[in-house]
């Protein structure tokens, strides 16, 4: 059977450090707070997380520090066995950090509300969580 995929790619852009980005990313407890549920992360590569409550869940491929998380990711919502990559690369601007989000292999009855969840649940979230944090 060949699965038909979709890859999903977005940009945001956030008016903090690179390094508050990582951390968000990969901190459980940040993590919980700005997305409003359980995280598990185990921040080393070939480390294990489980996301949004264990909706979400995989391993981490390639870590750089303030620089780059690589995933590989699945969702409950997802045939078992099937997996897709994540790849968050964070690159340091003049107003902060631009986040360039690639997630590659997105079965494609997927990739609709998967494409909106990353900008709801993660994204938007994470912009409000950071900036709102440093403005306080």
């Not at 909706?55 to 997996?83: C, E, M």
């Not at 292999?105 to 990353?118: A, I, R």
Request: glycine share 8%; charged share 30%; proline share 1%.
């Amino acid at each position: 059977m060949k699965l038909k995929t979709d890859n999903i790619f977005q940009i945001t852009e956030l008016e903090v450090s690179c390094s508050k980005v990582y951390k968000a990313l990969m901190d459980e407890k940040s993590h919980s707070l700005f997305t409003g549920m359980a995280a598990k992360i185990d921040g080393v590569v070939g480390g294990e997380f489980e996301v949004m409550d264990g909706t979400a869940r995989g391993y981490f491929l390639n870590l750089s520090k303030d620089k780059r998380i690589v995933q590989a990711w699945t969702h409950n919502q997802f045939d078992p066995g099937i997996f897709t990559i994540v790849s968050i690369d964070l690159e340091k601007t003049e107003k902060g950090t631009r986040i360039n989000f690639n997630h590659i292999g997105v079965p494609e009855d997927s990739s609709g509300w998967l494409t909106e969840n990353w900008k709801k649940v993660y994204w938007n979230r994470l912009k409000e969580f950071l900036e709102e944090k440093v403005l306080h």
